[in-house]
Structure formats: structure tokens, C-alpha cells
């Protein structure tokens, strides 16, 4: 059963702008990231997880409890981040931890020194004049004080330099072992690479795809540009079955994905034409999901589970 549920959630707030539809979920102790462009609906829905926001129709659930109906239960057990964090005037660090321990009453674990010595923040400023990165910092400390199971953490290293990001990466990957179950949106892909067992994948509010971070993984290593010797040639594999990622006849080349089960098929066209030279490319997660980011609507060819 998933931990963090999303079912047919919706929210129109007008001219094509909310969440529509959306349908996911989140195994305990796994960590799914959560990808899509500016504007995809990524703190929505995360901020109708935590009861912030009531939806139109559909549900969200977090341990079985309806984020609407439960939103004070869920507040006390879940880790938040939000995507902006809201610092009210004239409190400093330490004081803004004890009222953010006070609102959620929060029990158990106070892990408040252990974070700020880990993330080097110090809580005595006043957290209206914190830069970008210590707000974030103690934004991070207020979401893990109380060694919550269960994390929705929206953009949490954005404004990070690149040392604290390191550090942030580490952290998680501790937290993981500990067995949390995490929501992670992010635009840093070597975070999404390093962190991520599962991603999905939103656009103009609309969930497109959920994919294991393995198999993006594996597949990209499967890609291959292949010139072929002549335009029949070229011909006679593009008609073969296998479908390729892009091809140019004039050129005599294309590009072709391969999932592993693909792979006899591939073999068996490739063999029957004759080629000039094939290389293999090792494209990396982020050139994987500019793709889609950059509209192509190929995004998702090449043995991706669709969701
Ligand atoms: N309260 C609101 N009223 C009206 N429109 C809203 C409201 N909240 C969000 N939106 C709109 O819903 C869409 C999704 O916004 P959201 O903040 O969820 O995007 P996001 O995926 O988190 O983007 P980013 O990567 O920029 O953080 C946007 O077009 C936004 O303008
Ligand atoms: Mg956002």
C-alpha cells in the first residue's frame, strides 16, 4: 500500500491553470521525485497533500488519513518544505523553530541542534534578514526536527550552494536507509539522480509519466546513432519495426533507443542492412528529461513505463 496517495486530484483554478487528474503514489521508504517545468502543478499537489488547499474532486491521503479531513494529524506527522518558505517578522531562528514545534505539536525526537550544526546555521539572526540559502537551511531543519517518516519536500535545496547541496544529498541518503518515505521536487538533476527510486513526471497539470529511475538509467546507455550505406538500407530498418528516435533519409542515419527487450529485434534489423558506423551514446538523466521539457514529443520512447 502507498504511504503518500493521489487520487483523480483536481484543481482548476482557470484558464488552463491546477492540477487536473492527478493519480500517483508513494511506497513506504521509497523516494519519489517529482519533475515538471515551472508552473507543472508540482506545489500544488503537494500542498493539497498537507491540507493547505482543498481540492474540487478527487483525494489525497497520507497514512490512510485524507489530507482535508486530517490536515491537523498530518501537520504533527509529516515532514514539510515548502517551495516558499513564509518567515513571519521579528523572530530569529531559534525562535521561529520553537513556534514551528509549538503549531505542529510536534513530539518525540528534537533533532533542531544536530541539523543547524550540520547545515552550519547559525539560529541567532533574525530570519527576515537570513539570505536565500539560511532561510532554506532553516527550512530543512523545521521539516526534520521531529524525525518524521514521511517528507514532502518541495525544491528542498534550491538557494543551496553547491557544498550544502552535497550535504543535503548525504543527509537524505542516510534518511533513506532509516527507511523514509520522501516526495522530492526538484530541477537539480543530479539530485533527482542521486536520490530517486521512482520519478513522475507532470506537465500543465497533468501526470504524464511514472518512471523507475533504473530503467531511465539502463536505457540511456542503450541509444544508438547508426549510418547505414545507403538510402535502401536506411530504408529497410525504419520499416523493420524497430522505431527510431529521430531519423534523417538524406543522411542515411538515425537515432535509436533499445530497451533490453528490444534487443534481439534490434539485432535481427540491423542485420539484414548494411552499416557505415553505429556509436553509442551515454546521455545523462538531465539531456534524458530536457526532452521533455523542451516539448519533444518523443519524450517517453525507449523503454520507459508510461504511468
Ligand atoms: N492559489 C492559486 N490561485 C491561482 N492559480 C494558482 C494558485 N496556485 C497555483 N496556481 C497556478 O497553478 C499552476 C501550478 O503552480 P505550481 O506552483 O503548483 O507549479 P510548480 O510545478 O510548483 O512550479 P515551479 O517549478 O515554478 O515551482 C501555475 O500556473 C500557478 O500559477
Ligand atoms: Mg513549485
Redesign the pocket.
Known sequence: MSVIEVNKLT?D??R????FDVTFGVHKGETLGFL????????????HLMGF?KPQSGTAKIDGLDSTLKHHEILKNVGYLP?EVALPEGLTGREFISMMKNMRKTKGADRADELLKLFELSPDGNVKRMSIGEKRKLAVVTAFMSDPDILLL??PTSGLDPVMQEIFIDFIREEKKRGKTILL?S?IFSEVEALCDRIAI?KD?RLISTVDAADVKHGLKNEFTIEFDSTDDFDRFIHSGVTPENGDKSAKKCVVCVPDEQTNDFLTALSKCSVRSMEEHSVSLEEYFMHFYKNDKTFGVGGVKNA
Open positions: 484543481k483554478y482557470g488552463g491553470r491546477g492540477i515538471g517545468p515551472n508552473g507543472a502543478g508540482k506545489s500544488t499537489t503537494m500542498r488547499s517551495g518541495d525544491e521536487s530541477h507532470i497539470g
